[in-house]
Protein backbone atom coordinates (compact mmCIF):
# COMPACT_ATOMS: atom_id res chain seq x y z
CA UNK A 1 0.00 0.00 0.00
CA UNK A 2 1.90 2.24 -0.78
CA UNK A 3 1.61 5.65 -2.96
CA UNK A 4 4.06 8.85 -3.73
CA UNK A 5 2.07 12.03 -4.85
CA UNK A 6 4.09 14.61 -6.82
CA UNK A 7 2.71 18.20 -7.26
CA UNK A 8 2.36 22.03 -6.21
CA UNK A 9 2.43 23.11 -2.49
CA UNK A 10 1.01 26.50 -2.28
CA UNK A 11 -0.49 29.57 -1.52
CA UNK A 12 -3.51 30.44 -2.99
CA UNK A 13 -5.51 33.08 -2.73
CA UNK A 14 -9.16 33.13 -4.14
CA UNK A 15 -12.31 34.95 -4.67
CA UNK A 16 -15.60 33.23 -5.18
CA UNK A 17 -19.26 34.98 -5.37
CA UNK A 18 -19.58 34.24 -1.87
CA UNK A 19 -16.52 35.86 -0.42
CA UNK A 20 -12.84 35.89 -0.29
CA UNK A 21 -9.90 33.58 1.39
CA UNK A 22 -7.07 35.86 1.60
CA UNK A 23 -4.10 33.63 1.63
CA UNK A 24 -4.89 30.23 2.37
CA UNK A 25 -2.72 26.62 2.16
CA UNK A 26 -3.43 25.14 -1.08
CA UNK A 27 -1.30 23.12 -3.75
CA UNK A 28 -2.33 20.06 -6.16
CA UNK A 29 -0.45 17.88 -3.94
CA UNK A 30 -1.82 19.41 -0.75
CA UNK A 31 -5.53 18.49 -1.98
CA UNK A 32 -4.63 15.19 -3.18
CA UNK A 33 -2.64 14.17 0.14
CA UNK A 34 -5.28 15.84 1.94
CA UNK A 35 -8.02 13.46 0.57
CA UNK A 36 -5.93 10.45 0.08
CA UNK A 37 -4.67 9.86 3.40
CA UNK A 38 -7.99 9.06 4.28
CA UNK A 39 -7.43 5.32 2.11
CA UNK A 40 -3.53 4.83 1.93
CA UNK A 41 -0.36 6.76 3.48
CA UNK A 42 1.14 9.27 1.06
CA UNK A 43 4.62 9.54 0.28
CA UNK A 44 4.73 13.27 -0.95
CA UNK A 45 7.26 15.13 -3.61
CA UNK A 46 6.93 18.73 -3.34
CA UNK A 47 8.99 21.66 -2.92
CA UNK A 48 8.17 24.75 -0.71
CA UNK A 49 9.67 27.89 0.44
CA UNK A 50 10.75 28.92 4.04
CA UNK A 51 7.32 30.89 4.32
CA UNK A 52 5.74 27.39 4.31
CA UNK A 53 3.75 27.12 7.51
CA UNK A 54 5.36 24.67 9.83
CA UNK A 55 2.03 23.70 11.14
CA UNK A 56 0.90 22.64 7.68
CA UNK A 57 3.65 20.01 7.68
CA UNK A 58 3.14 19.20 10.99
CA UNK A 59 -0.60 18.36 9.95
CA UNK A 60 0.59 16.81 7.32
CA UNK A 61 2.77 13.98 8.60
CA UNK A 62 0.41 13.65 11.59
CA UNK A 63 -1.98 12.58 8.51
CA UNK A 64 0.22 10.23 7.49
CA UNK A 65 2.11 12.15 5.15
CA UNK A 66 5.98 11.22 4.65
CA UNK A 67 7.46 14.22 3.67
CA UNK A 68 10.65 13.20 3.16
CA UNK A 69 10.23 14.00 -0.74
CA UNK A 70 9.30 17.92 -0.05
CA UNK A 71 11.95 19.96 -0.14
CA UNK A 72 12.35 23.50 1.54
CA UNK A 73 14.05 25.87 -0.07
CA UNK A 74 14.67 28.29 3.36
CA UNK A 75 15.29 31.33 1.17
CA UNK A 76 12.46 31.55 -1.61
CA UNK A 77 9.33 31.62 -1.37
CA UNK A 78 6.54 29.37 -1.81
CA UNK A 79 4.38 29.09 -5.17
CA UNK A 80 1.43 31.05 -5.41
CA UNK A 81 -2.06 31.51 -7.24
CA UNK A 82 -4.33 33.85 -7.26
CA UNK A 83 -8.18 33.17 -9.00
CA UNK A 84 -11.44 34.35 -9.33
CA UNK A 85 -14.60 32.23 -10.03
CA UNK A 86 -17.35 33.56 -12.25
CA UNK A 87 -20.74 33.16 -10.88
CA UNK A 88 -21.90 29.98 -12.28
CA UNK A 89 -18.83 29.18 -10.45
CA UNK A 90 -18.03 26.20 -13.31
CA UNK A 91 -15.71 28.87 -14.78
CA UNK A 92 -12.60 31.00 -13.33
CA UNK A 93 -9.94 33.36 -13.85
CA UNK A 94 -6.77 32.97 -12.62
CA UNK A 95 -6.01 36.19 -11.94
CA UNK A 96 -1.87 35.66 -10.44
CA UNK A 97 0.62 32.31 -11.02
CA UNK A 98 3.86 33.30 -9.04
CA UNK A 99 6.04 30.12 -9.66
CA UNK A 100 8.80 31.23 -7.15
CA UNK A 101 10.35 27.26 -5.58
CA UNK A 102 8.16 25.71 -8.66
CA UNK A 103 10.40 28.05 -11.04
CA UNK A 104 13.33 25.56 -11.01
CA UNK A 105 12.15 22.11 -9.15
CA UNK A 106 13.74 19.23 -9.24
CA UNK A 107 11.66 16.42 -7.51
CA UNK A 108 14.40 14.02 -6.01
CA UNK A 109 12.61 10.66 -5.03
CA UNK A 110 14.22 9.54 -1.86
CA UNK A 111 15.04 5.80 -1.38
CA UNK A 112 12.40 4.96 1.33
CA UNK A 113 10.20 5.93 -1.79
CA UNK A 114 11.37 3.35 -4.32
CA UNK A 115 9.10 0.67 -3.59
CA UNK A 116 5.92 2.48 -4.28
CA UNK A 117 3.17 0.90 -6.43
CA UNK A 118 1.14 3.42 -7.15
CA UNK A 119 2.29 7.29 -8.61
CA UNK A 120 -0.06 10.02 -8.81
CA UNK A 121 1.76 12.67 -10.90
CA UNK A 122 -0.03 16.14 -9.90
CA UNK A 123 -0.40 18.97 -12.52
CA UNK A 124 3.29 19.92 -13.13
CA UNK A 125 5.32 20.71 -15.94
CA UNK A 126 5.52 17.83 -18.20
CA UNK A 127 9.06 17.84 -17.95
CA UNK A 128 9.06 17.53 -14.39
CA UNK A 129 6.47 14.69 -13.88
CA UNK A 130 8.73 12.66 -16.50
CA UNK A 131 11.84 13.32 -14.19
CA UNK A 132 9.83 11.40 -11.48
CA UNK A 133 8.80 8.23 -13.25
CA UNK A 134 12.81 8.30 -14.36
CA UNK A 135 13.89 8.21 -11.19
CA UNK A 136 11.73 5.34 -10.04
CA UNK A 137 14.04 2.13 -10.43
CA UNK A 138 11.00 -0.55 -10.45
CA UNK A 139 7.98 0.71 -12.82
CA UNK A 140 4.74 1.46 -10.28
CA UNK A 141 2.34 -0.93 -10.68
CA UNK A 142 -0.11 2.21 -11.87
CA UNK A 143 0.84 5.71 -12.47
CA UNK A 144 -1.63 8.60 -12.95
CA UNK A 145 -1.29 12.11 -14.02
CA UNK A 146 -3.28 15.27 -14.31
CA UNK A 147 -2.34 18.29 -16.34
CA UNK A 148 -3.82 21.60 -18.06
CA UNK A 149 -4.50 22.82 -21.11
CA UNK A 150 -1.45 25.68 -20.28
CA UNK A 151 1.53 22.57 -21.17
CA UNK A 152 -0.45 21.70 -23.84
CA UNK A 153 0.18 25.27 -25.31
CA UNK A 154 3.70 25.54 -24.20
CA UNK A 155 5.18 21.73 -23.52
CA UNK A 156 3.42 19.58 -25.97
CA UNK A 157 6.43 17.71 -26.70
CA UNK A 158 7.81 17.05 -23.23
CA UNK A 159 4.13 16.37 -22.45
CA UNK A 160 3.54 13.55 -25.50
CA UNK A 161 6.44 11.42 -23.81
CA UNK A 162 5.29 11.52 -21.05
CA UNK A 163 1.89 10.46 -21.90
CA UNK A 164 3.83 7.70 -23.86
CA UNK A 165 4.58 6.34 -19.63
CA UNK A 166 1.39 7.01 -17.96
CA UNK A 167 -1.50 4.37 -17.42
CA UNK A 168 -4.42 6.81 -16.70
CA UNK A 169 -4.86 10.42 -17.74
CA UNK A 170 -7.08 12.72 -15.75
CA UNK A 171 -8.37 16.07 -17.56
CA UNK A 172 -11.51 18.00 -17.89
CA UNK A 173 -13.54 17.99 -21.08
CA UNK A 174 -12.12 21.02 -22.74
CA UNK A 175 -8.48 19.40 -21.71
CA UNK A 176 -9.55 16.48 -23.49
CA UNK A 177 -10.78 17.88 -26.61
CA UNK A 178 -7.55 20.24 -26.73
CA UNK A 179 -5.44 17.31 -26.39
CA UNK A 180 -7.31 15.19 -29.02
CA UNK A 181 -8.23 17.79 -31.58
CA UNK A 182 -11.83 15.88 -31.27
CA UNK A 183 -14.92 17.65 -30.06
CA UNK A 184 -16.83 14.17 -29.10
CA UNK A 185 -15.62 12.92 -25.99
CA UNK A 186 -16.03 9.36 -27.26
CA UNK A 187 -13.40 10.36 -30.48
CA UNK A 188 -11.22 12.16 -27.69
CA UNK A 189 -10.72 8.78 -25.62
CA UNK A 190 -9.76 7.16 -28.64
CA UNK A 191 -7.37 9.63 -30.15
CA UNK A 192 -5.62 10.16 -26.29
CA UNK A 193 -5.63 6.24 -25.97
CA UNK A 194 -3.33 5.69 -28.88
CA UNK A 195 -1.04 8.66 -27.38
CA UNK A 196 -0.62 6.03 -24.10
CA UNK A 197 -2.89 6.35 -21.21
CA UNK A 198 -5.17 2.81 -21.14
CA UNK A 199 -7.52 4.68 -19.14
CA UNK A 200 -8.75 8.11 -19.41
CA UNK A 201 -10.77 10.47 -16.81
CA UNK A 202 -12.92 12.75 -18.43
CA UNK A 203 -14.19 15.66 -15.50
CA UNK A 204 -17.12 17.62 -16.28
CA UNK A 205 -17.59 19.44 -13.03
CA UNK A 206 -20.94 19.61 -11.52
CA UNK A 207 -22.05 17.23 -14.85
CA UNK A 208 -20.06 14.25 -13.45
CA UNK A 209 -17.07 12.34 -13.89
CA UNK A 210 -16.51 10.09 -17.86
CA UNK A 211 -14.09 6.22 -17.18
CA UNK A 212 -12.94 5.73 -20.85
CA UNK A 213 -11.31 2.03 -21.15
CA UNK A 214 -10.88 0.63 -24.78
CA UNK A 215 -14.12 0.30 -25.70
CA UNK A 216 -15.60 0.22 -22.42
CA UNK A 217 -17.03 3.45 -20.77
CA UNK A 218 -18.52 4.41 -17.10
CA UNK A 219 -20.49 7.74 -16.02
CA UNK A 220 -20.65 9.00 -12.64
CA UNK A 221 -22.65 11.75 -12.01
CA UNK A 222 -21.42 14.80 -9.62
CA UNK A 223 -23.46 14.56 -6.00
CA UNK A 224 -26.26 17.61 -6.63
CA UNK A 225 -25.29 20.12 -3.86
CA UNK A 226 -26.94 22.60 -2.60
CA UNK A 227 -24.55 24.63 -2.49
CA UNK A 228 -20.81 24.93 -4.03
CA UNK A 229 -18.79 27.53 -1.93
CA UNK A 230 -15.57 27.24 -3.73
CA UNK A 231 -14.52 24.64 -6.40
CA UNK A 232 -10.73 24.88 -5.74
CA UNK A 233 -8.77 21.62 -5.61
CA UNK A 234 -12.00 19.76 -6.73
CA UNK A 235 -9.92 18.15 -9.13
CA UNK A 236 -7.08 17.27 -7.01
CA UNK A 237 -9.27 15.68 -4.41
CA UNK A 238 -10.85 13.25 -7.26
CA UNK A 239 -7.73 12.53 -7.95
CA UNK A 240 -7.12 11.58 -4.83
CA UNK A 241 -9.75 9.86 -3.82
CA UNK A 242 -9.22 8.13 -7.33
CA UNK A 243 -5.95 6.57 -6.88
CA UNK A 244 -6.28 6.30 -2.82
CA UNK A 245 -8.93 3.83 -3.39
CA UNK A 246 -6.99 1.97 -5.76
CA UNK A 247 -3.95 2.03 -3.55
CA UNK A 248 -6.14 1.09 -0.88
CA UNK A 249 -7.65 -1.97 -2.38
CA UNK A 250 -4.33 -2.98 -4.71
CA UNK A 251 -7.13 -3.66 -7.22
CA UNK A 252 -6.31 -2.08 -10.86
CA UNK A 253 -9.33 -3.61 -12.29
CA UNK A 254 -12.07 -1.80 -14.54
CA UNK A 255 -14.54 -2.46 -12.54
CA UNK A 256 -12.61 -1.36 -9.55
CA UNK A 257 -12.05 1.74 -11.15
CA UNK A 258 -15.37 2.47 -11.52
CA UNK A 259 -15.97 2.35 -7.69
CA UNK A 260 -12.75 4.62 -7.52
CA UNK A 261 -14.76 6.74 -9.91
CA UNK A 262 -17.10 7.20 -7.37
CA UNK A 263 -14.93 7.26 -4.18
CA UNK A 264 -13.25 10.43 -6.29
CA UNK A 265 -16.30 12.16 -6.85
CA UNK A 266 -17.77 11.69 -3.10
CA UNK A 267 -14.32 13.36 -2.17
CA UNK A 268 -14.45 15.92 -4.83
CA UNK A 269 -18.18 17.09 -3.09
CA UNK A 270 -16.66 17.57 0.32
CA UNK A 271 -13.80 19.70 -0.90
CA UNK A 272 -16.21 21.76 -2.43
CA UNK A 273 -18.10 22.79 0.59
CA UNK A 274 -15.55 25.20 2.46
CA UNK A 275 -13.00 27.23 1.06
CA UNK A 276 -9.41 25.86 0.57
CA UNK A 277 -8.70 22.46 2.40
CA UNK A 278 -11.00 23.22 5.32
CA UNK A 279 -13.72 20.56 4.74
CA UNK A 280 -11.27 17.76 3.72
CA UNK A 281 -9.33 18.39 7.38
CA UNK A 282 -12.54 17.75 9.17
CA UNK A 283 -14.08 15.26 7.73
CA UNK A 284 -13.89 11.41 9.53
CA UNK A 285 -14.46 7.90 7.56
CA UNK A 286 -18.44 7.82 8.69
CA UNK A 287 -19.02 11.14 6.95
CA UNK A 288 -17.17 9.30 3.79
CA UNK A 289 -19.37 6.15 3.86
CA UNK A 290 -22.70 7.87 4.55
CA UNK A 291 -22.00 10.08 1.24
CA UNK A 292 -21.16 7.38 -0.34
CA UNK A 293 -24.21 5.72 0.74
CA UNK A 294 -26.23 8.82 -0.77
CA UNK A 295 -24.43 8.11 -4.06
CA UNK A 296 -25.57 4.65 -3.81
CA UNK A 297 -29.41 5.63 -3.61
CA UNK A 298 -28.60 8.50 -6.30
CA UNK A 299 -27.16 6.05 -9.35
CA UNK A 300 -29.23 3.15 -8.24
CA UNK A 301 -31.91 1.92 -10.37
CA UNK A 302 -34.18 -1.16 -11.19
CA UNK A 303 -35.76 -1.16 -14.75
CA UNK A 304 -37.31 -4.41 -15.81
CA UNK A 305 -36.94 -4.28 -19.96
CA UNK A 306 -40.12 -6.56 -21.52
P1 LIG B 1 -7.81 22.62 -9.34
O1 LIG B 1 -8.90 23.51 -8.79
O2 LIG B 1 -8.08 21.17 -9.09
O3 LIG B 1 -7.50 22.91 -10.77
O4 LIG B 1 -6.46 22.92 -8.53
C1 LIG B 1 -6.20 24.14 -7.91
C2 LIG B 1 -4.83 24.11 -7.25
O5 LIG B 1 -3.83 23.99 -8.26
C3 LIG B 1 -4.54 25.38 -6.48
O6 LIG B 1 -4.43 25.06 -5.10
C4 LIG B 1 -3.24 25.93 -7.05
O7 LIG B 1 -2.30 26.25 -6.06
C5 LIG B 1 -2.72 24.82 -7.95
N1 LIG B 1 -2.20 25.34 -9.23
C6 LIG B 1 -2.72 26.31 -10.01
N2 LIG B 1 -1.96 26.54 -11.11
C7 LIG B 1 -0.91 25.66 -11.03
C8 LIG B 1 0.27 25.39 -11.85
N3 LIG B 1 0.51 26.08 -12.98
N4 LIG B 1 1.12 24.43 -11.43
C9 LIG B 1 0.89 23.75 -10.29
N5 LIG B 1 -0.17 23.95 -9.47
C10 LIG B 1 -1.07 24.89 -9.82
Known sequence: MSLIVVGSMAFDDIETPFGKSNKIVGGAATYIAWCATNFSPVKQVSVVGGDFPQEELDALAQRGVSLEGVQIKKDEKSFFWSGRYHLDMNTRETLVTELNVLGNFQPVIPESYQDCEF?????????????????????????????????????MEDLEKLLAKVDVLLVNDGEARQLSGQYSLVKAAAAISKMGPKYLIIKKGEHGALLFHGSQVFFAPALPLEEVFDPTGAGDTFAGGFIGHLARTKDISFENMKTAIIVGSVMASFCVEKFGTDRLREIKKRDIDERIREFVSLVNFDISLV
Request: proline share 5%.
Open 119 to 155: LMLGNLAPSVQLSVIEQLKKRPKLIAMDTMNFWMDIA
